[in-house]
């Protein structure tokens, strides 16, 4: 248009305007794309591997990610697809954790919770995949670990192994081993650090190191960690090793299974490797590792990592470096092993990916490289946006970048165990966005006439073009169809179509398509416009064959009513290809030119019948077929022909063919191709000569309009090599890096080698050795570090099979500076002789060499010893130093320096000029013994040639030194020590110093004298002979008098079980002085026939001496105690049964056993001994013969031996064969009337098996008429027999049958049915068996007519019913809960008018047993022998018996004893210990009543006190202590307290708390000339004895010094000072000292007044018999040998809370025991033994003291510092009140201002629960009971005898019976022995034994237990405390203390405290409840009930209430509260 209107024209500027903003905009969107910042995902914390959990603490696995926009987290199977919530089991919480709660162990899921995971981030970018998490749930198992034995041979290590169960393998790891239960064995943190004899390998095997015999006796067990619980245990075995001697030499052994290991292990961490061999002797271990990929090996190298023990190899740190196999090399003098492991160090997997981002452009390659680490890697895979793209290379290279490759890419490592990975991301450059069709058209219907307007809007990146197609065809702009577009602001692309004036031709399907170079988005739709159908012209359509046609009719117009295509008139579809669909749409699927080539009409019609018709002519094109061609399967030579054919059979003509050569276009005539087309379809290529260039693969490609095709071959051309880099020579400078290039070219492609001429001139080669320095890559020869070895002649050769090949020869030279060989070296010469030294330089010549001397110049001109000589070599120079005669100045370094063109180098001489070494000096005497002296010297200077050694020379003093002895001793060490020396000798000793050049002088001698020494020599003549079956008789002569070494004091003679490893039972006997005369010892108490090992050793006062050699010997034989084993029995018949054994074990025989015993009955009447059958054989079988029928049998068998009968077997049983029965025993016929009998019958005696039934069989008599026969169930006893004839007489018997078969027949019996019926019992006399408590019922079953009375006797008297007996409606007697006195005979009459009759039952009661009588018979330290008897009044036979015993303060324990056993031995009880024994009976009804409970003890006793010069050896600054020369009381002792004080200190110092028994001890640092205390505690498992010395350190000189007799001095101040300090001390003993004073007056007053009978108790005296004590010597005190110290504290006992109580004060009497006499002359130094009478203690539970003797107090004469215990009650009685206690006065202390609240109403203290107050036996001061006590002056006078009246209470554990209530106990009248509670008719042997100390308090176990009790000491009964007073009064009666030192026999050792005595603490404290014995009385209110834990804890505060402490002392526990004070 020529003119615009301005509106116009406005608008088109307006528009353009708009366009280029627009432009603008896109331009600079396009510069910074929107998308900068926005990323794929990326990991931030990604899930670990593997995630093990319990289930009782659940788990959370954390995945987090970042990206732009923020990636969303999904958690996915390994299989890709969505894990979700399992309710309980698995939730994914918001912020994307995987989370496992806590769960039930039932509730276990296998999919849940074994398996594996991955964690999901994805956002619009892409998606990554996190690494595998194996998660695994653990669910607590059982599981038991192990530790198995190991044999091993000795000498060789162990390994012992932990045996962990697989399923928990993975989260348990050993933690530490056990030996002996006792020693724990850590690993160590520095594992190649130790050399002990354990070792705790890294993989948790214990390694024991040289294994000896010793180690056979260790238990081993493993102690394992939990890892995921925490929880630790202990293996459920111990393991042992099993050591074996070795026989002869032994090759190395190593178990099949060990020869080849596998091992994974992670880096950083110690591992071991095992070679589990062994042998004898003792191998040589050698580790190798194989050079990876080669069958070499090298010695493995130990450093600080890498260390060998034994044949384990241990590596610390592990590197992956270590990964590789390694050999054990086991050696020894026999043979030889080995064993390989393939160790892998495992290192955690990582990857990265380079680069992490990249951008590509559009059809640009990108690279991604996977860098990884970690070891062992198995696998590398990639994955994109989360999925698999089946890459497994390193590097992942993409050709060409389209859009669909932009993402997340990933790459995965991975092996068995874990996955590493990483990603990287991938993006288009700039900004790439496919087309999007954002706005389109819709589909219209419209009238013909207006214009229509269809708009497309698209966006992307780059901005797509629209265009528009109107059914598939483009449409163009023309002047009805306008196409326009624009780009608006925000980038997005506009395009419309304007239809000017629309037709019914314009209908149709329009399309735009949006396009760009990433992308196409299009959209179609319709326009319907009305009109008549018309179809637009369609061009002609070209298609490939075989391809499928789609086109669609362009139909126009609306409506239409059907669009069909013809061909030839012929409507289609004519065949299968054709498919024709409603909307126009043909498809011809597969078409080809034959077939579908052709013209297609569409027909379109409309309702009304108008068509129209367009047509389409198809024409088919053939694509090009090329036929393959080759140049044939061998390769060609160079300069061969070579031609080819590339034929193309089909294919549409015009043809194009073309060649080409490896993708290169070959052009005809150029480089020897020549082309020659035979036709239109063939072309042939021909190469005259052929070279290196023709080899390749040839092309030949055809092509057509239709394709192309093409086809392939490859032409191989041989071509001999050729150079392309040729080596010249090469001259380098020494320790470079040398590098010559050989590089030649070929085909095949040729191999370069290196070689080296052999010598210095070319002509032979050898080939290279690769070596570290020198290798060949690709041809290239690489020399590392030349040096002056590698110059020569070079052969570089190139081979590659055609023609001869390439070679070059080349001189490779190496320039090199002077080199010494040898830098440093040692050369010697001796003094005074000539020397020469030497240096050779190698080098480029000249070279100049000088010399120096300890960097000084040499110069020959200044002193002519020296001269220098130089000669030249072929390799260098050679310079020579020559010395005329050495001097001690040339040891010097001397230093030769050379030097050339090229550089120097020096070499250094250390010379050393050697002589003879000085003499040693400064000899000293470190030490000496008895046969040993250690001596010192310094080390003289050694000649310049090291000390071999050195020559100690020693002789006795009147010997001259040509008769010497000598030591040799090595040249390293100035300490040695000279044996084999005879004790008590002088000797002059002196050392000589010896190298290489020869021995010095003599030192100066030195003079020593031998100390004595323990016997040597070993006892004579020791003879072992048998006496009876447990006792052996020992005889023996002293040794030799030359090996005394002293004066022999005694023997100790042990004796064990041989054969075993315990240890010897010593007894001690006196030297017999007399010479010559034989020592005798007799054993007792040994096991019968069994052999004991005797030795026996002699020791003086130093010692013991050697053992002597063993002496066995057997006790007389005994019977086995132990039965047969196996014992089995086998039924043959009906009457026999096999029975078989096995001998019993050979050391339980105890004696040749003759013959076996079988003792069989029937069981039922086992119990009855009488009715046992006894079988004698000496096989291991036999057959019983004659047995009953279908009868079980018990059977036994037992061991016979010339001692007797052995242990019977456990009984076994078993039933014999069924067979017939016997007849029935009895049958009775009864008439019942005219036409009935009644037949009743009794069961056969022998049933021969189970009756089926009874068949009763009936005949008239005397007529020839049938038997009849009638069964009966067998639960019936009786048949009726109806329709008879009246009159006439009947018999009738009766058979009983088994399974087996019908039996014998009863009797016949007779009878004739009448009218009269007599009464008459069908039932029958019987025996009837009940149990008691049981309801049992016996039948009277009685016929008749009239109906007869039932009445029945019961033993003679009328029944009468009542609640128990009762009588049934037939007749039956029913007893209803049977007892005792039930059992008897019961008869029942039956009678009517016309007769009666009667029958007896006998009813026979079975019940449990009664009590058994239970007395002892024996006791040992460690067994006690019981008793048993039944009850004479059971009726039912016993079974057996039930043991039950406890130690006093244990747990009740059983034993079945069988009813034979008259006596039982309970064995390993504790030595030294009370126990309560009691025995129920049982049979087959049950358990009976308990027996009365025996108290008892085992024997055994505390330390006993050894003499003190045995004990004691005194020196000037310290104590020896002879441990040895205590005595153990037959408990063996288990440790000693020592300690000491100056003896005018208060406080004792604890020098040692556990010394032990075997051990002499020495007390050192005391000063000379000093008097002191020494205190020792002996204990053992019986208690401890504690014995106290005096005595006084020896002068500086070896004298003694005079007893002190001073007492300190206090100035006046010092006493007000101690009195005010002390005033809670003072005041009450003040009072009680008044109170005492009145007292005694009153008693003088009264007994003034009295009359005086020599009947009068006269109270005990102030000392025993014949006691004696000057009163007016005030300094009696200090010599007496034992003061009791002040504020003394006893040291605490291993193992133990209990202390000594501090309780005894310093006194001023001397009193020792209650008859004993002071002998002033006496050596103070010794002392006696303080020790009262036993007394046997009965009642139950925890005893108290007596309330009104408070524990720990001592009672003395006035006149002695006596002791009151506060708050407690005293009585005073006088010589009246004794017999009237009425008038006794009471007074009270007062409490100790610390001591605890007393218990309201009680006037008395309550003790520490199990123990008894103590009471010091001192006559004269002995507080007395407040309760009805009785005494008498006993007869002999001097010591009173007390009348103690029997406890009040039944109690089985008491031996009084209540009826014993009243009676009294004489006590012995002796002055010892005290009994108290029943009267003599009480017989325990082991409780009323006077001569031991029965009831000593004493330690219950080893010494970890609370006090036993004591004895019921002094004269006091005992009260338990459920007695008959009333427990909940308040005041409880407890018993009174017993007397404090219980040992009646009169000492003459040392004075001794004994265990009795505890600590302020201790009594201050709680130590428990103990035991009850018998019934337990429990608290009336167990609310208030609290344990001896908190009860001492409230008490120590001052919290427990009154109510509280009565409770517990109820309950048997009470507490002290007092303390005590001195006066």
């Known amino acids: 248009m020529a003119y615009m209107m301005p509106n116009e024209r406005l608008k088109w500027l307006t528009l353009c305007a708009a366009v280029a903003v627009l432009a603008t905009v896109s331009s600079t969107l396009a510069a910074n794309p929107p998308d900068a910042d926005q990323k794929g995902p990326v990991f931030l914390k990604e899930p670990t591997n593997r995630i093990d959990f319990s289930n009782s603490t659940g788990a959370e696995i954390e995945c987090k990610s970042s990206g732009n926009p923020m990636p969303e987290i999904i958690w996915v199977r390994s299989d890709g697809t969505a894990v979700g919530d399992v309710p309980g089991l698995r939730q994914i919480s918001s912020d994307g954790k995987l989370v496992f709660p806590p769960f039930r162990a039932e509730d276990y899921r296998q999919e849940v919770h074994a398996q594996v995971y991955a964690c999901l981030a994805r956002n619009q970018f892409g998606s990554i995949i996190s690494r595998d998490v194996h998660v695994r749930a653990v669910v607590p198992q059982s599981y038991s670990v192990n530790v198995m034995d190991e044999s091993i041979l000795r000498g060789n290590s162990a390994i012992l192994k932990c045996h962990i169960p697989s399923f928990v393998a ?129 010695a493995v190298v130990l450093n600080d990592r890498v260390k060998q023990v034994s044949g384990t190899l241990i590596i610390k740190d592990a590197v992956v470096e270590d990964s590789g196999k390694y050999l054990c090399v086991v050696n020894n003098s026999v043979g030889g092993e080995s064993v390989e492991t393939v160790l892998t160090v495992t290192a955690p997997l990582s990857a990265k990916i380079d680069p992490p981002t990249q951008t590509i452009d559009f059809g640009r390659p990108a690279v991604f490289t996977c860098q990884y680490t970690g070891n062992p890697i198995k696998t590398v895979s990639w994955m994109k946006d989360g999925k698999a793209i089946g890459h497994s290379e390193p590097v992942l290279r993409i050709e060409s970048v389209k859009k669909e490759d932009k993402g997340m890419y990933q790459c995965f490592v991975r092996n068995d165990q874990e996955s590493a990975e990483a990603s990287a991301e991938l993006k288009l450059g700039g900004r790439f966005d496919p087309p999007v069709i954002r706005q389109a058209f819709q589909e219209e219907t419209m009238e013909p006439g207006p214009s229509v307007f269809l708009k497309c809007v698209a966006g992307g990146n780059p901005t797509p073009e629209i265009s528009w197609e109107l059914d598939g065809k483009k449409i163009a702009n023309n002047d009805r169809y306008q196409v326009g577009q624009y780009v608006t602001v925000n980038g997005d692309v506009v395009s419309y179509l304007n239809i000017t004036s629309v037709h019914a031709n314009d209908g149709g399907l329009y399309k735009c398509i949006a396009k760009s170079k990433v992308g196409v988005a299009e959209h179609s739709a319709k326009l319907n416009v009305y009109g008549l159908p018309y179809i637009r012209q369609m061009e002609k359509k070209a298609i490939v064959a075989g391809e499928t046609l789609i086109v669609t009719c362009p139909v126009a117009g609306y409506p239409i009513d059907s669009i069909v295509w013809e061909r030839d008139n012929r409507p289609l579809p004519i065949n299968r290809k054709q498919k024709v669909f409603p909307n126009g749409t043909l498809i011809i699927e597969n078409v080809e030119r034959n077939s579908d080539q052709a013209t297609y009409t569409c027909v379109a019609k409309n309702q009304e019948g108008y068509s129209a018709r367009g047509s389409l002519e198809v024409q088919v094109m053939v694509p090009p077929q090329v036929l393959p061609f080759s140049f044939g399967e061998a390769a060609a030579d160079v300069g061969d022909i ?192 000539p020397a020469v030294l030497q240096c050779e330089a190698k080098g480029e010549k000249p070279i100049g060499i000088l010399w120096n001397m300890n960097n000084m110049r040499l110069d020959p001109k200044n002193d002519n010893r020296y001269t220098i000589r130089e000669e030249i070599l072929s390799a260098g120079v050679m310079s020579s130093l020559s010395i005329k005669r050495t001097e001690r100045s040339d040891s010097a370094l001397f230093t030769c320096v050379a030097t050339n063109a090229f550089g120097s180098d020096d070499a250094s001489i250390n010379m050393i000029v050697q002589e003879v070494p000085e003499m040693p000096y400064a000899l000293k005497v470190l030490d000496k013994s008895g046969r040993s002296v250690q001596l010192s010297w310094a080390q003289p200077y050694d000649g310049n040639s090291p000390l071999n050694r050195y020559i100690i020379e020693f002789k006795r003093s009147r010997a001259s030194w040509d008769e010497i002895d000598r030591v040799m001793v090595p040249g390293h060490t100035t300490e040695a020590q000279v044996q084999k020396l005879s004790p008590a000798t002088t000797y002059n000793i002196r050392i000589v110093a010896e190298n290489e050049i020869g021995s010095s002088q003599s030192s100066e001698a030195v003079t020593i004298i031998t100390a004595e020494e323990a016997p040597s020599g070993k006892p004579q003549n020791i003879k072992v002979d048998p006496v009876n079956q447990t006792t052996l008789r020992v005889m023996w002569k002293p040794p030799p008098r030359s090996d005394w070494n002293g004066e022999i004091l005694g023997y100790y003679v042990g004796y064990k079980l041989s054969n075993t490893n315990s240890s010897y039972i010593f007894e001690t006997i006196n030297f017999i002085t007399e010479e010559g005369k034989e020592h005798s010892l007799e054993l007792n108490n040994l096991r019968v026939y069994t052999q004991y090992s005797v030795v026996i050793q002699a020791f003086n006062k130093i010692g013991a001496g050697p053992l002597s050699d063993e002496e066995k010997q057997f006790t007389a034989e005994g019977t086995p105690s132990q039965p047969p084993s196996d014992t089995a029995c086998t039924t043959l018949t009906s009457q026999t049964i096999r029975v078989s054994w096995v001998s019993p074990p050979l050391e339980s025989a105890n004696g040749v056993i003759k013959t076996y015993k079988v003792v069989y009955a029937p069981s039922e009447e086992w119990y009855d001994e009488t009715k046992r059958h006894y079988k004698k054989t000496a096989s291991s079988d036999t057959v019983l013969h004659g047995l009953k029928k279908y009868t079980n049998y018990t059977m036994q068998v037992l061991a016979t031996t010339a001692g007797g009968d052995g242990v019977r077997s456990v ?108 009464a008459k019992i069908a039932s029958f006399d019987d025996t009837f068996t009940a149990t008691f408590k049981e309801d049992a019922k016996m039948p009277c079953l009685a016929v008749g007519a009239p109906q007869p009375e039932i009445t029945w006797k019961i033993k003679g008297v009328d029944f009468s019913a009542n609640d128990r007996m009762r009588l049934l409606p037939d007749g039956s007697l029913l007893i209803k809960s049977v007892n005792r006195q039930d059992a008897g005979d019961y008869s029942c009459h039956a009678e009517n008018s016309i007769a009666k009759d009667s029958i007896t039952h006998k009813l026979i009661v079975l019940a449990p047993p009664q009590s058994p009588h239970v007395t002892l018979s024996a006791t040992t330290t460690d067994a006690l022998t019981v008793r048993l008897k039944p009850h004479e009044g059971d009726t039912a036979p016993l079974h057996g018996y039930t043991l039950h015993y406890k130690p006093e303060f244990g747990e009740w324990e059983t034993a079945e004893v069988s009813v034979e056993s008259q006596k039982h031995n309970i064995e390993n009880l504790l030595c030294g210990s009370r126990y309560q024994v009691y025995a129920t009976g049982f049979n087959n009804i049950g358990a009976g009543e308990a027996s009365d409970i025996l108290n008892t003890r085992t024997k055994g006793q505390k330390p006993k006190l050894p003499e003190k010069p045995r004990f004691i050896e005194v020196s000037s600054n310290s104590v020896s202590l002879h441990f040895k020369a205590w005595k153990d009381g037959g408990c063996p002792m288990s440790h000693f307290v020592v300690e000491s004080k100056k003896r005018d200190q208060l406080e004792w110092n604890q020098i040692s708390n556990n010394v032990k028994p075997d051990n002499n001890y020495v007390v050192l640092d005391l000063e000379p000339a000093t008097w002191y205390n020494l205190r020792i505690t002996a204990h053992n498992s019986a208690g401890f004895t504690v014995a106290e010395y005096d005595f006084a350190t020896l002068t500086v000189t070896g004298g003694t010094i005079a007893p002190s007799r001073d007492l300190p001095e206090l100035s006046a101040e010092d006493t007000i000072r101690i009195i005010l300090s002390n005033l809670n001390l003072v005041v009450p003993v003040v009072a009680a000292l008044l109170v005492i004073i009145i007292a005694i007056i009153v008693i003088c007053i009264l007994r003034s007044k009295g009359n005086h009978h020599k009947d009068d108790v006269v109270y005990n005296q102030t000392m025993g018999p014949g006691a004696t004590l000057d009163k007016r010597r005030p300094d009696l005190r200090d010599e007496l040998g034992y003061i009791a110290p002040p504020n003394r504290k006893l040291p605490p006992v291993p193992g133990s809370n209990y202390n000594t109580c501090d309780r005894i004060k310093r006194g001023r009497g001397g009193l020792r025991s209650n008859h004993s006499t002071w002998d002033p002359r006496r050596n103070p130094n010794l002392y006696e033994e303080l020790k009262a009478p036993p007394v046997p203690m009965h009642g139950i539970g925890n005893h108290y003291g007596h309330a009104h003797g408070a524990p720990e107090c001592q009672y003395r004469h006035p006149g002695m510092e006596d002791e009151i215990c506060p708050y407690a009650t005293f009585h005073l009685l006088g010589f009246r009140e004794e017999m009237d206690p009425t008038k006794a006065m009471n007074f009270q202390t007062f409490p100790h201002q610390n001591g605890h609240t007393p218990v309201p109403g009680h006037a008395g203290t309550m003790l520490p629960p199990g123990h008894p107050g103590h009471v010091h036996s001192r006559s004269g001061s002995q507080s007395m009971p407040r309760a009805n006590r009785y005494q008498r002056k006993n007869s002999q006078g001097g010591q009173s005898s007390i009348y103690t009246p029997a406890p009040e209470y039944d109690d089985p554990a008491n031996c009084a019976e ?107 404290r709680d130590h428990g409840p103990r035991g009850n014995y018998g019934a337990v009385k429990r608290s009336p209110q167990p609310k208030d009930q609290r344990t001896t834990e908190e009860m001492r804890k409230l008490i120590e505060r001052n919290e427990a209430g009154p109510k509280q402490l009565q409770l517990q002392q109820t309950n048997g526990a009470g507490f002290t509260a007092y303390d005590t004070m001195a006066v």
């Open 170 to 298: 993975d989260f348990i790891v050993v933690d530490s081993w056990v030996e002996d239960e006792e020693r724990e064995i850590y690993p160590q943190a520095d594992v190649t650090a130790s050399d002990g004899k354990y070792l705790v390998l890294p993989s948790g095997e214990l390694h024991i190191r040289e294994v000896g015999p010793e180690d056979g006796y260790k238990s081993y067990q493993c102690r394992t960690k939990h890892r995921l619980t925490g929880e630790t245990r202990l293996s459920a075995t111990k393991g042992r090793l099993v050591i074996t001697e070795p026989v002869g030499s032994v090759a190395p052994k190593v178990d099949v299974k060990d020869r080849i290991t596998w091992l994974d292990k992670p880096t950083g961490q110690a591992l071991n490797l095992l070679c589990p061999a062994q042998s004898y002797p003792m191998p040589a271990y050698r580790w190798y590792k194989f050079i990876e990929g080669t069958t070499r090996k090298q």
């Open 642 to 833: 070579a031609s080819a054919n590339c034929v193309v059979p089909k294919g549409d003509s015009p043809l194009d063919i073309r060649w080409s050569l490896n993708s290169a276009p070959i052009i005809n005539g150029e480089n020897g191709f020549n082309l020659v087309r035979w036709n239109q379809r063939t072309s042939m290529l021909n190469i005259d000569s052929l070279n290196a260039f023709h080899r390749g693969v040839y092309r030949c490609t055809a092509s057509n309009e239709a394709g192309s095709s093409e086809s392939v071959a490859e032409l191989q051309v041989n071509v001999p090599p050729r150079w392309i880099l040729e080596p010249t020579d090469k001259a380098f400078a020494q320790g470079s890096d040398a590098k010559v290039e050989c590089k030649a070219d070929g085909f095949p492609k040729p191999q370069v080698t290196w070689k080296k001429a052999v010598g210095d001139t070319p002509g032979e080669y050898k080939d290279l050795k690769k070596s570290d320095n020198i290798r060949v890559e690709e041809g290239t020869l690489h020399i590392d570090n030349i040096q002056k070895t590698n110059e020569g002649y070079y052969l570089c050769e190139a081979i590659n099979g055609i023609g001869s090949g390439l070679s070059a020869v080349i001189m490779v030279s190496v320039q090199a500076p002077p080199e010494f060989t040898e830098k440093l070296r040692n050369q010697t010469a001796r003094r005074g002789e």
């Open 1211 to 1318: 009984p076994i049983h078993c039933q014999t064969e069924p067979d017939v029965p016997e007849a029935p025993t009895d049958v009775k016929a009864l008439v019942m009337g005219n036409a009935a009998i009644l037949v009743s019958w009794r069961p056969p005696a022998q049933p021969n098996g189970i009756i089926t039934q009874y068949t009763v069989y009936s005949k008239a008599e005397g007529a020839e008429t049938e038997t009849k026969t009638q069964k009966v169930p067998h639960y019936q006893m009786s048949f009726e027999a109806t329709e008879l004839e009246k009159n006439k007489p009947y018999e009738f018997w009766v058979t009983a049958s088994t399974t087996i078969g019908e039996g014998q027949q009863s009797k016949s019996i007779v009878a004739m049915p009448s009218d009269q019926v007599p």
């Open 1858 to 1964: 209540e009826d014993q209530y009243r009676r009294y106990t004489r006590v012995n009248s002796q002055g010892g022995s005290l009994y108290s509670g029943p009267g003599p008719e009480y017989d325990d042997p082991a409780n009323c034994a006077p001569e031991e100390d029965q009831y000593g308090s004493q330690y219950g176990g080893p010494y970890g237990q609370p006090y036993d009790h004591y004895g019921s000491r002094g004269s006091m009964g005992r009260r338990s405390i459920g007695s008959a007073r009333n427990p909940g009064n308040g005041s409880p009666e407890p018993p009174p203390p017993p007397p404090r030192n219980h040992d009646m026999s009169n000492s003459s050792f040392n004075d001794s405290k004994e265990s009795n005595e505890i600590s302020e603490a201790e009594c201050d």
